[in-house]
């Protein structure tokens, strides 16, 4: 664990305690997003515990920056594995030179509030709704690394073509290089095994993942109008 992230580790189990077990409070260290959870109280809630992985907005904040000139996020809606709904909130924890080095997040299971405001909100007022979140923020919470990029892989698929009628093996080349930016913009390639499983879900080889990333790292490095190479050209 990074030297800075020690004092926070204690932290962890008492607002575990004085939140209750409905709260999961969660220590992420970003060094390694593949096993960024460095302690964990009232796991029970997601199921997830001590060397998980990072979430999906972890890996986005950390590989678009979106934590610069924030010190947290509030009450967005998480979900667990099973689709349960969560309150979730994330404190970023900085080193001396402002840089995030961890996340402490609390996320609580409010289903049973939920059914008794939904109750009380059909004896008072039928009909009426739940109201409208600040932020337009989801997150999922996985267990395993494979689990966090399946998601992640099928999310990006869904967003090229539709998966109910065009499956892995009737994508073309540019939908595959599509899938493969998308994934390389959310951060999914800082997961170990990430090649290997992208790969084998998009039906490319892993050498032709790798010189897709290259071709993406290339064309972010060119000016951006009057460069014939703007969309890319695939070759084999």
Known sequence: M???LLRYAQLVDFLGRVLGKNSEVVLHDVHDLTNSIVAIANGGVSGRK???PATDLVMDIIKNKKYR???YLCNYTGYTENGAPLKSSTFFLRDDRGEIIGLLCINTDCRDLIAARDTLNSLIQP???AGDGAENITENLSQSVDELLADKIRDCV???V??????PDRMSQQEKMDVVRQLYGEGVFNLKGAVAQISAAVKISEPSVYRYISMIKKQAREPKSGSPR??????G
């Open 2 to 4: 990074n030297k800075y």
């Open 50 to 52: 001590v060397g998980g």
């Open 69 to 71: 000139g924030k010190d």
């Open 127 to 129: 009909g009426s709704g």
């Open 158 to 160: 869904r967003r090229v």
């Open 162 to 167: 539709d998966p109910d009628k065009i499956g």
């Open 230 to 235: 703007q969309n890319g050209t695939l070759e």
